[in-house]
């Protein structure tokens, strides 16, 4: 069914853009959907573009910073990988990556599963992963042995990127392993778990996170893994389970670490649009993480 067209109402959409602009802040966007190494199957069709799609369904304005995004940002979207899972493709990512217009502030990754980070944060960083910390809004811890979506922070730690400057936000009871819990202690990692996360605020959990990951001038990626959110709000998501994280949550967390200039890239990932529910809760929540992206840059003029 098409939308209404209303001038008074300018869709979300409408935010895209092939290059970047002169006159409004530029945020990268581009599409990264790794599927063939995931611990449970999944759909080879496109992720990316149908979040791409759900951003029609909002609009530009933001009520809660009263801004109209669309006067103050261009997303400029560079496409997507095609088969990065496949024989050269992380040499396909890093050549995306490094045609992005250096007047782009952010980059935003639309995966795909987990493999996407190891991906975008190897491609962001370029020969200077030790300079970056991670912040994963994730269930898991992701240092699982061999290549998969349950591998990208190990091959990440394996690549050079410290220990001591990655948290981890949002680990759950029965989603990892004491064996993985001891690799990630072993390893130096910080975690705030889905336990404390009842007692302090997203946001406290976010700073914190923040404080750690970009201690000593690190610059940070952020990879937003929706199983950490509740079922009920991610049925698109395989790994999501029961008692997770609400939606808003995840937006807040968002906005929270965006407002931070130290983020220079920031990924969506865990997201299978064929298991999705039939109105596209998990699709539409990933295009409102992209808007709450934008949300927190606004936030770093107010800020800085």
């Not at 509740?230 to 029961?242: F, I, K, M, N, Y």
Request: hydrophobic letters at 40%; glycine letters at 8%.
């Amino acid at each position: 069914m098409a939308l209404p067209s209303d001038q008074n109402w300018p869709p979300a959409s409408n935010l895209l853009a092939s290059v970047p602009s002169k006159v409004k802040e530029n945020v990268a966007i581009f599409g990264l959907h790794t599927y063939e190494t995931s611990v449970s199957t999944r759909s080879s069709v496109g992720t990316p573009d149908a979040i791409r799609e759900a951003l029609a369904r909002y609009s530009t304005w933001s009520y809660s910073n009263q801004v109209d995004l669309l006067e103050l940002f261009t997303l400029v979207d560079y496409g997507n990988v095609q088969d990065p899972d496949g024989s050269g493709g992380f040499e396909r990512v890093r050549s995306l990556v490094e045609s992005i217009s250096p007047e782009c502030v952010l980059t935003v990754i639309l995966g795909g599963d987990n493999a996407a980070t190891w991906h975008g944060l190897r491609s962001i960083a370029k020969n200077g992963i030790e300079t970056f910390g991670l912040i994963t809004l994730d269930a898991h811890h992701d240092l699982r042995d061999g290549t998969s979506n349950g591998s990208p922070v190990r091959q990440l730690l394996d690549s050079g990127l410290q220990g001591k400057n990655v948290v981890q936000v949002g680990i759950a009871d029965f989603s990892n392993s004491a064996f993985y819990a001891k690799r990630a202690r072993d390893a130096g990692i910080s975690t705030i778990s889905r336990d404390e996360l009842r007692s302090v605020s997203i946001e406290e959990a976010a700073k914190r996170a923040l404080n750690i990951a970009g201690a000593n001038g690190q610059s940070i990626y952020v990879d937003i893994d929706v199983d950490v959110a509740d079922r009920s709000v991610v049925p698109g998501c395989p790994a999501a389970a029961p008692g997770g994280l609400s939606a808003d949550e995840l937006r807040r967390f968002t906005r929270t670490v965006c407002a931070d200039s130290r983020v220079k890239a920031i990924d969506i990932t865990e997201i299978d649009v064929e298991k999705d529910s039939i109105d596209q809760r998990t699709v539409r929540l990933a295009a409102l993480i992209v808007l709450e992206v934008l949300n927190g840059i606004e936030k770093r003029k107010n800020d800085s």
